[in-house]
């Protein structure tokens, strides 16, 4: 397997704090909303179940159940909806994302509410607006994620802007929140912070959503990574102060001995995403579209 491969399977899912891979989904992530190699976990802020440290059995998982049900009859889910839109008209950070969604991609918006009310009438529990964003961006990535990497350089690029100011956010308030983010974990501690910089949770929302319509119009085409692209992101990495085993964990899935900290992987995840943004822009276009590529297929 060539090294550019290895690093692309990174991105769907090895946690160095683990020792393990799996392949799913864990991107720019924040259904709340890039894991790293892995500043993907965060690159469409979906929050599906990530990688889990057995340590902390405190961080539970509250990813919104979205097992199959029924349609609910017309005239209860016409209610049901009419409930889930007043509340989310009631956060305009997020109602923003939502309106966009309805304008620009009206039948993923049908299907995403009318989900939203079929559960509701099926279970009588209604979910946190913040779950609402979070499953509704997850929905997007998983029916037309792919789109977003052929968008042009700065809507693309604006995704990884986006997830590295929540990381830096994270990281001033929870540095175990801060590696979950990274691993795209959901966990009721991220929903509470979610609540409380939603114009953050938004903004990345909106990224993801308008590179998709970007590249659903725009159409580019981009060459797959090389091992020489990686090799230009290992050096600026190095230069920015991590040492090989650091980088070794975040881009070829080696787990160090000892495990890294939390503060040093959440410090090592923004590094990534900093290092990203200082390559040639043909190098750096590549990698974030190979990575929003994985991320909408995994």
């Known amino acids: ?29 924040a259904g709340g909303s890039a894991a790293i190699a892995a500043g993907v976990a965060i690159l469409v802020l979906a929050l599906d179940t990530g990688s889990r440290d057995v340590r902390r059995p405190s961080v539970a998982d509250t990813t919104p159940v979205t097992a199959p049900i029924s349609p609910a009859p017309p005239a209860a889910r016409a209610a049901a ?17 939502f309106d966009r ?3 620009a991609l009206p039948s993923q918006y049908e299907a995403t509410l009318n989900g939203f009310a079929d559960r509701l009438v099926a279970t009588g529990k209604e979910q946190s607006v913040d779950a609402y964003l979070s499953e509704a961006v997850r929905d997007l990535r998983q029916a037309r994620g792919a789109l977003a990497a052929k968008a042009d350089g700065a809507a693309l690029a604006r995704i990884f802007d986006v997830q590295l100011a929540m990381l830096d956010a994270l990281s001033k308030t929870d540095q175990r929140l801060c590696v979950d983010f990274l691993y795209g974990g959901a966990s009721e501690a991220f929903y509470q912070f979610s609540a409380k910089n939603r114009q953050l949770a938004g903004d990345m929302a909106i990224a993801g959503l308008e590179a998709i ?32 085993s650091e980088i070794e964990a975040l881009l070829d899935g080696k787990t160090p001995d000892p495990p890294l900290q939390d503060a040093r992987l959440c410090q090592a995840g923004r590094v990534y995403l900093e ?24």
């Open 101 to 103: 969604l309805r304008l």
């Open 275 to 298: 290092m990203l943004r200082t390559l040639p822009e043909p190098v750096r276009l590549r990698i974030y579209a190979l990575a929003v590529e994985l991320m909408a297929r995994s």
């Open 1 to 29: 397997m060539s090294s550019y491969l290895a690093k692309a399977l990174l991105t769907l899912g090895h946690d160095p704090r683990r020792g393990m891979k799996k392949l799913s989904f864990i991107f720019l992530g």
């Open 213 to 244: 319509v970007d590249g659903q119009t725009k159409e580019n085409t981009r060459q797959t990574p090389t091992d020489a692209d990686f090799a230009l992101l290992e050096k600026a990495m190095a230069a920015k102060g991590l040492s090989q």
């Open 81 to 97: 909806r009419k409930s889930i839109e007043a509340r989310i008209a009631q956060v305009p950070e997020y109602q923003r994302f």
